[in-house]
């Protein structure tokens, strides 16, 4: 299988990539150390008051992984608006006049 | 990819995407996330045809959120476009997988609705993966893989004259 990525394909999924695992991961290990109420949630009593919160806004940890899809969007435009790589290799064979 | 001579289950479970189980199990993945859209959009549109106002209702109440104030602003102002396209587009993006035509397409769309759900739902109490974020990954598998190959109408309509005369359109296909 011939590899046709690109400098930019290695970013956009690198980036994309580290976006998902920060949100998801590296933000939920934070939450389980920091102790209750381990998940994005705030823990109530039985009476309905806050016991305990979590310690990272969840609006940060869904806007990051929000952040890693709109990169995918980007770049999936970006190889929308720029030659294939078959395109290129199809130009590279035209014979010339 | 080489075969692995020694590993005697590498023929049917290695994830090599013209492998028999693989494209048996993209093809299914693909119809079963598309029957729960389809049966969620189909649902309104039997229920409350094309003015499903919860629609609207449901994004003006989207505050606090990620997206700022964007889903507060299109419940306000494009009512008058979610309310027939929460039922329409559910149903068909959800017939779309299912015939497994204009996969990918179907699938950004499917993205799109699975992270407004996502963070509108905002049911993070047993962290932020849960089931609304479970479908948005599968629709992104669906559209990375390009499942409409497997046992749909993109494999036929990717042989098509128009296709191989302009093969971006397999971004919106497979």
């Known amino acids: ?97 | 990819m080489a075969t692995n001579t020694a590993n005697p289950l590498a023929t049917n479970f290695e994830v090599e995407l013209d492998g028999p189980l693989t494209s048996y199990w993209l093809a299914l993945l693909r119809v079963i996330t598309g029957w729960w859209f389809f049966h969620a959009g189909v649902t309104k549109l039997i229920e409350d045809g094309l003015a499903y106002s919860y629609g609207p209702m449901y994004m003006q109440e989207m505050t606090g959120t990620a997206l700022g104030p964007i889903p507060v602003w299109m419940g306000n102002n494009l009512a008058w476009l979610i309310a027939p396209g929460v039922p329409l587009f559910e149903t068909l993006i959800g017939l779309a997988l299912m015939a497994g035509l204009l996969t990918r397409l179907a699938s950004i769309g499917g993205v799109i609705f699975m992270t407004l759900f996502w963070i509108g739902n905002a049911g993070f109490g047993h962290g932020l993966v849960n089931s609304d974020l479970m479908g948005l990954l599968l629709f992104m598998t669906v559209l990375v893989l390009g499942a409409g190959r497997y046992y749909g109408l993109d494999a036929i309509v990717e042989q098509t004259k128009l296709v191989k005369r302009h093969p971006k359109l397999r971004y919106i296909l497979g």
């Open chain 1, 1 to 97: 299988m011939t590899d046709t990525t690109t400098i930019v394909d290695r970013i956009a999924l690198g980036l994309s990539g580290a976006l998902f695992v920060l949100g998801i991961v590296v933000m939920g290990v934070l939450e389980l150390l920091a102790g209750k109420p381990y998940s994005p949630a705030p823990l109530t009593n039985d009476a309905g008051d806050v016991i305990a919160t979590p310690l990272i806004d969840p609006t940060l940890r869904t806007g990051i992984v929000i952040a890693a899809l709109l990169v995918l969007a980007v770049w999936g435009a970006y190889k929308l608006v720029t030659p294939m790589a078959t395109d290129a290799a199809d130009r590279a064979e035209m014979a010339a006049d």
